[in-house]
């Protein structure tokens, strides 16, 4: 029979640590994540293709859930999960103009919190 592991504490310090890196150079790159969700809004409003901006900001918020739900920011990156799987829903279709008003709204609330997050943690 196999003796019982037991948890090694300079192992799970250089976990806690590599996380907590990882963690700051997330709430670093917010702004960088806001502004190219912005520039997407611009292009939307400049009349450029809805479905191509709409793509672009459908791959911000991919990034953002997986990395915000793997540094201890899961409530962020479920609501980033969901906005994007409301968005690739609607991609999937046609693309309808109250649906897209609700994910517009739904995507300014996501980079609130994104603000939020940003000025608690970066200070």
């Known amino acids: ?8 504490p ?10 907590a890196r990882v963690r700051q150079r997330f709430v670093q790159s917010i702004p ?5 969700i912005g520039c997407q809004f611009e292009r939307i409003s400049d009349g450029e293709d809805l ?6 900001i ?3 918020l991919h990034k953002i859930a997986g990395i915000a739900g793997s ?3 899961s409530e962020l990156g479920e609501k980033s999960a969901r906005t994007e799987a ?13 649906a ?10 996501l980079t609130q919190d994104l603000q939020r997050v940003h000025a608690t943690e970066a200070s």
């Open 100 to 109: 897209v008003e609700k994910l517009f709204e739904a995507i300014v609330e």
């Open 1 to 8: 029979m196999m003796a019982a592991a037991h948890p090694n």
């Open 58 to 60: 459908e791959r911000e």
């Open 10 to 19: 300079s192992a799970n310090s250089r976990f806690s640590d590599a996380l």
């Open 51 to 56: 479905a191509d901006c709409l793509h672009g």
């Open 32 to 36: 960088e994540r806001l502004e190219e």
């Open 71 to 73: 540094i201890g920011l």
């Open 86 to 98: 409301k968005l690739i829903n609607e991609l999937a279709g046609d693309i309808d103009a109250a």
